[in-house]
């Protein structure tokens, strides 16, 4: 087997368990943040100063984990397309003249 082929496939497998991990993730993420947002809107205590922050908080963490993944998604393409088993235009296998 080639080892582009075995790195490409690892990498896949890589990709695939990154995925499902940052999916479960961001499911509790959610749902802390739900029970987050419930605890504020009954907690007549917590002034609207505080109330803001936490929101902007909330907010900039989904911000960052969305940016997070993108930069991961485009990453890992990249490193499946240089492992691919495609050859780089421009470049032949041959090496004779």
Same mark, same amino acid.
């Given at each position: 087997m080639?080892? =582009?082929?075995?790195?490409r496939q690892m990498l896949e497998?890589? @990709?695939a368990a990154f995925d499902s991990h940052f999916k479960a993730m961001l499911f509790f993420q959610n749902q802390n943040e739900?029970?987050?947002l419930r605890f504020?809107?009954?907690s007549t205590w917590v002034p609207e100063k505080? =109330?803001?922050?936490?929101?902007?908080?909330?907010a900039a963490? @989904?911000?960052?984990?969305e940016n997070?993944?993108?930069c991961t998604d485009e990453n890992y393409r990249k490193a499946l397309d240089y492992f691919s088993n495609r050859?780089?235009?421009?470049?032949s296998k041959d090496k004779t003249g």
């Open positions: 080639d080892q =582009k082929q075995i790195i497998f890589n @990709k739900q029970y987050l504020l809107d009954k505080g =109330k803001k922050a936490v929101n902007e908080g909330l963490c @989904k911000t960052n984990c997070f993944k993108a050859q780089p235009q421009g470049k």
